[in-house]
């Protein structure tokens, strides 16, 4: 990939994570642990994804089970202090033809999100939008049923998921290029 792309990419990727808005949030899953569906094994290992105000996100996946991956997420901000640590057991429910990932936290429930793959090294996440899915949802409780309905409904539309944020593999030749490329610039 030439420097180019890579910079028009970059300026793409950090014009959307400023538009982001904030995840759905549910007390109910879209599937148990034991109905989960396998996850990738590409996950696992240690991934970064860097914000256009020199913060950077890092996640370490590890395997719980085949179908239920630890995810240990940190935010750093620019000067590199650890600002937010965060703990998930994250597992997918089949919607349709694409895995949308359970994110579960103690303190926050449910949020829910999709992966998709550039290469081995590489993958974005969006987020399901708050706003499109309480917009949706009316009700203050929903079953497993109705979220999962309502998914089966909305799934192909592009407004109900966030702007992807890209994670690159720690240590990958993509995640080289773009610690050169950010110090370049000036991250």
């Given at each position: ?20 808005g ?22 696992l290992?240690?991934?970064v ?86 917009e ?7 079953t ?44």
């Amino acid at each position: 990939m030439n420097l180019k792309i890579l910079k028009t990419a970059l300026i793409t990727l950090f014009a959307a994570i400023v538009l982001i808005g904030c995840p759905y949030q549910s007390e109910v899953a879209l599937t148990d642990y034991e109905n989960a569906e396998k996850f990738e094994k590409n996950l696992l290992g240690e991934w970064v994804a860097y914000h256009e105000n020199g913060s950077r996100d890092e996640l370490t996946i590890s395997k719980l089970n085949t179908k239920v991956m630890d995810v240990r997420s940190k935010t750093f901000d620019a000067s590199g202090r650890a600002k937010e640590v965060y703990g998930f057991r994250v597992f997918g429910a089949k919607v349709l033809d694409q895995v949308i990932y359970n994110f579960e936290n103690k303190e926050v429930g449910y949020m829910f999100g999709k992966i998709n793959w550039e290469n081995k090294n590489v993958f974005s996440l969006q987020f399901v939008n708050e706003n499109f899915a309480t917009e949706k949802l009316a009700a203050d409780s929903i079953t497993q049923k109705e979220l999962t309905d309502f998914f089966t409904e909305n799934i192909t539309e592009e407004k109900m998921f966030e702007n992807p944020l890209e994670f690159y593999r720690k240590n990958s030749p993509e995640h080289e290029k773009i610690k050169i490329y950010l110090k370049k610039s000036g991250f």
